[in-house]
């Protein structure tokens, strides 16, 4: 099966990326797509059934958890975000009745929630939570048990700055 991947930013420098972008580049890198694909296929759900592709369905329904977005409002932001069909391995929109089905397909055969803690587990060992913010900023935040922190930590995006001191 050929998988579409993320292309990567065109810049390193997570300086001149947005915090939507180093987000889903931080969750490209986490979690094992190909596996979760294989997951669903074993479970029975049909390649063949979703023309735009499982891999592209299965990042739609997520961009739709950690961004909050309803079936037209997730189509409609594949319109607008040239970002997320990036991510989502489309140069178009998906329709909503096609999300709906995707997802009815998922809850019919008991995947929903199986797919949803195999994501949190992989994001748990690798000592972070996701944590839903406002439609545009998603958290991740350091898992407290598997960071060893007593509450959880916001992740700052940005890599740390040294700043000299006052020489006054």
Not at 17 to 28: G, N, S, V, Y
Not at 42 to 48: F, K, P, R
Not at 117 to 145: I, S, Y
Request: charged share 25%.
């Amino acid at each position: 099966m050929a998988l579409l991947t993320w292309p990567r930013p065109l810049t390193d420098d997570p300086a001149c990326m947005t915090h939507r972008a180093l987000f889903l580049d931080r969750i490209e890198r986490l979690l094992p797509w190909e596996t979760l694909i294989q997951q669903l296929i074993d479970a029975g759900v049909a390649e063949d059934h979703f023309p735009a592709g499982l891999n592209t369905h299965l990042r739609i329904h997520c961009l739709q958890q950690w961004f909050t977005y309803t079936d037209p409002a997730v189509e409609e932001a594949l319109y607008e975000i040239p970002l997320f069909c990036a991510f989502c391995g489309t140069e178009t929109s998906v329709e909503g009745k096609r999300i709906n089905e995707f997802r009815d397909t998922l809850d019919g055969l008991g995947l929903l929630d199986s797919l949803h803690d195999r994501v949190n587990q992989t994001l748990q060992a690798a000592g972070l939570t996701l944590k839903p913010g406002r439609v545009e900023d998603p958290v991740l935040l350091r898992h407290p048990v598997a960071a060893g922190l007593g509450d959880p930590v916001a992740l700052d995006p940005r890599p740390e700055i040294s700043v000299p001191m006052d020489r006054a």
